[in-house]
Nanobody, 124 residues
Framework: QVQLVESGGGLVQAGGSLRLSCAAS????????MGWFRQAPGKEREFVAG?????TVADSVKGRFTISRDNAKSTVFLQMNSLKPEDTAVYYC????????????????????WGQGTQVTVSS
């Protein structure tokens, strides 16, 4: 098993920045591919960004959000800049043991492990 713990959420004004972290512990070999998803009230959970052998981000956050990882610390980050009120959501970290050299799955069903989520609120 692997445990994923998100941190870094909070309240920020529109235009501001936050950096989310997701620390993995346990069987960290199962975190070859990691992703960030978010769920706003009344909406379905959606893909935000993912990293494996490459990285990808959703069109809605392209140019504003960046995903990265520190393998030595088994941690993945989501740098969020130019935040908008519509970015308000609970952000979840997810992991899968499969490594993809040039592809990152966006379907949440591909991910086996999930964190508890961290709230991000962007005020206008």
């Amino acid at each position: 098993q692997v445990q994923l713990v998100e941190s870094g959420g909070g309240l920020v004004q529109a235009g501001g920045s936050l950096r989310l972290s997701c620390a993995a512990s346990g069987r960290t070999y199962t975190t070859s591919t990691m992703g960030w998803f978010r769920q706003a009230p009344g909406k379905e959970r959606e893909f935000v960004a993912g990293i494996s052998g490459s990285t990808t981000v959703a069109d809605s956050v392209k140019g504003r959000f960046t995903i990265s990882r520190d393998n030595a610390k088994s941690t993945v980050f989501l740098q969020m800049n130019s935040l908008k009120p519509e970015d308000t959501a609970v952000y979840y970290c997810a992991a899968r043991g499969t490594f993809y050299s040039d592809y990152v799955p966006r379907d949440q069903n591909y991910y086996n492990y999930w964190g508890q989520g961290t709230q991000v609120t962007v005020s206008s």
